[in-house]
Structure formats: structure tokens, C-alpha cells
């Protein structure tokens, strides 16, 4: 069974910074893309940032310039560091990873940024 565990969430205040892991356990095999997804109360859920395989990435128009994601392929983690945080930033943060086949995600972890 794969399970993936998020961890760095937290109360920050505007300016300053979190950095969010994602680790996937179990047999996920060959991870293709990796991604970072955020929802803030009473919005859909939306794509933060994103990572192939090859390490091409892909950033929403609001957090590029301020937040970077990387991977580890042999840790099976994703990171996502995330600098000049404003209040607009705040909502759950969750990990997605995809092998080709199905997507898995994370539980989520919660930003909360204060002006």
C-alpha cells in the first residue's frame, strides 16, 4: 500500500519562510511526476508547482519567482521551498505523485501565513 506523509507546515509570518517535504512509502515503483497542490478555505484546490522525472517544473503565475520545488528519486521525496510567504499563500498544502498508471496523495499539511 503507498502512502505518502507531508511534513514543514505551519504559522508564519508574511515574509517569511516554510519548506515542505513529501515522502511516498510502499510500492509506488517508478515515480513520474511530482506536485504540489494547495486549497484555502472555500476555494477548489489548485496546482502550486510541479516536477518531472527529468526535473523540468512547472509554477503557478502567483508563487513563481518566490518558491522552488525539487525531488530526491532515490528518497521517493518532493520538496517545496517557499520564500516571501503572504497571506494569500495560506491553505492546506498537499503532495501528488504519479507512476503512469494512478496518482497517490498525501493527507495534506497546513500554511498559515499572517499579515
Known amino acids: 500500500q503507498v502512502q505518502l506523509a507531508e511534513s514543514g507546515g505551519g504559522l508564519v509570518q508574511a515574509g517569511g519562510s516554510l519548506r515542505l517535504s513529501c515522502v511516498a512509502s510502499g510500492s509506488i515503483f517508478t515515480i513520474d511526476a511530482m506536485g504540489w497542490y494547495r486549497q484555502a478555505p472555500g476555494k477548489q484546490r489548485e496546482l502550486v508547482a510541479s516536477i518531472a522525472r527529468s526535473g523540468s517544473t512547472n509554477y503557478a503565475n502567483s508563487v513563481k519567482g518566490r518558491f522552488t520545488i525539487s525531488r530526491d528519486n532515490a528518497k521517493n521525496t518532493v520538496y517545496l521551498q517557499m520564500n516571501s510567504l503572504e497571506p494569500e499563500d495560506t491553505g492546506v498544502y498537499y503532495c501528488?505523485?504519479?507512476?503512469?498508471?494512478?496518482?497517490?496523495w498525501g493527507q495534506g499539511t497546513q500554511v498559515t501565513v499572517s499579515s
Open positions: 501528488k505523485f504519479g507512476n503512469g498508471v494512478r496518482d497517490y
